[in-house]
């Protein structure tokens, strides 16, 4: 990076100099080249500095470049330990089975075996469904509206955005049914779901296995109510259907327990975590399942990126934030100071629709994609690093590392309430003086 000069990296990235494919997004939504990164901010070459409200799509839940995770890092490395072993036993691999279970699963009671997949998101979603159809040897799978699951084949089928999926991508045997709230407050969707998976006249078989986010992050911060989940839960069990919790996003402490489904004490058959499971931005995934589901041959599922030993050793590391209650105060603290700013920007903005969240992911919904979009440029000209979500992208999504200091945390809220409470009414720019 130091060789290059300002202007051969402006044309790079303005000029279209570069020869990275068109399927580039970020790079375009956040025009900056960045070169360091520390906890809650970025500096781009220019030495602007950017306070993080994005987290690396929910990578980053402990911050850029975890001191602590780094450290380790450091020695595990100096130390000439094996990086790659496939699946194979490291010591790296043993002592991060034996820390999950005793920090994460012991204490909350959770009897669960670990099944390590390819490192992404959706290589956990695959692996899932795969496991489900096997079990039950059924090959329905229930999706929601709204849901986001991955880009392989089988999460794109399972995802309801029309906008990522081409006309020819196989359907792969999905039934989506309403979230919770989707078809009104006053309508609660359990009532639907039963009737379309239960009754003969539906032309639905009993599905396989049920996929849910409990919050639904890319669907717009929708969140489930506990009420709902329980229900659903229960359906799934008298029913013989297999759930599945896709906590690849709102998992690892970002609803502000470890796991997003522990506000309904519900216990699902397979959990998927990955994103924030490594801590420090390498790539894992897990897929966690009930003993009695283990049913896979030797083998029968693999992939050469399994168990990275690097992204085991910050994994280790991350369980520390686990040992006491410190960061889930932490958080709880966060949370409320997030959502009353938010109250604010919905009493001085009409454009708002409305603002929601819980624990440490947040959303506010605007009147048009065109005025969220606009809204997020403008923060990133101020300063600030946030994107778009929900089904037409109308939702600023606030996903800032849980370690975000109080002090960036205030700033950037104050820098949203400021641009929304310039909008214009004519709502087609924002008076920024
Ligand atoms: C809930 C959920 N599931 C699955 C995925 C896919 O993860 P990956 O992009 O690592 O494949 C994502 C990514 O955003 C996600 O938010």
Request: net charge negative; with cysteine; proline share 3%.
């Amino acid at each position: 990076m130091e060789n290059l000069t300002k202007s051969s990296i402006e044309s790079n990235i303005y000029m279209q100099g570069n020869n990275e494919s068109n399927v580039n997004g970020y790079a375009k939504s956040f025009p900056a080249i960045f070169k360091y990164s520390k906890n809650d901010i970025l500096k781009d070459y220019n030495d602007k500095v950017y306070i993080d409200f994005f987290s690396g799509a929910g990578v980053l839940n402990y911050g850029h470049n975890n001191v602590h995770m780094k450290h380790e890092l450091i020695k595990f490395l100096d130390s000439d330990s094996p990086v790659h072993c496939l699946d194979m036993d490291t010591v790296m691999k043993l002592k991060f089975l034996e820390e999950f279970d005793k920090v994460i699963l012991k204490p909350r009671d959770m009897n669960y075996k670990i099944q390590f997949t390819g490192p992404t998101g959706t290589n956990a979603v695959e692996a899932a469904i795969k496991l489900a159809r096997k079990v039950t040897k059924r090959s329905k799978i229930v999706s929601f509206t709204n849901s986001f699951h991955g880009m392989t084949a089988t999460s794109l089928a399972l995802s309801a955005s029309q906008e990522i999926k081409h006309n020819d991508i196989p359907s792969q045997d999905v039934i989506f049914l309403p979230y919770d709230g989707y078809m009104g407050a006053e309508i609660d969707t359990m009532d639907y779901i039963s009737m379309m998976l239960k009754t003969k006249g539906s032309g639905n078989q009993l599905p396989a296995a049920i996929i849910l986010e409990t919050i639904q992050a890319e669907g717009g911060i929708k969140v489930a109510s506990i009420e709902w989940l329980v229900k659903l839960t229960n359906f799934a069990k008298e029913n013989g259907i297999l759930l599945i919790v896709d906590d690849i996003q709102v998992g690892c402490g970002r609803s502000g327990d470890f796991f997003s489904f522990e506000r309904a004490g519900i216990s699902p058959d397979i959990i998927l975590l990955s994103k924030s499971i490594s801590g420090f931005g390498l790539p894992l995934a897990l897929l966690l399942l009930k003993p009695e589901l283990d049913i896979w041959k030797s083998g029968e599922h693999n992939g050469t990126f399994r168990a990275n030993n690097l992204s085991l050793c910050t994994a280790t590391k991350a369980l520390d934030y686990w040992r006491d209650d410190v960061l889930i105060k932490d958080i709880k603290i966060k949370s409320d100071l997030i959502q009353n700013k938010l109250k604010e920007c919905l009493d001085s903005c009409s454009h708002i629709v409305d603002v929601r969240g819980y624990g440490m992911i947040w959303g506010i919904e605007f009147t048009s994609c065109e005025l969220a979009e606009m809204v997020s440029t403008i923060l990133f000209e101020k300063g600030i690093i946030i994107e778009t979500c929900g089904n037409t992208g109308q939702v600023v999504k606030i996903l800032t590392p849980l370690t975000i200091t109080m002090e960036n945390l205030a700033i950037g809220l104050n820098k949203i309430l400021d641009v929304v409470s310039k909008i214009d009414d004519s709502f087609s720019d924002i008076n920024l003086n």
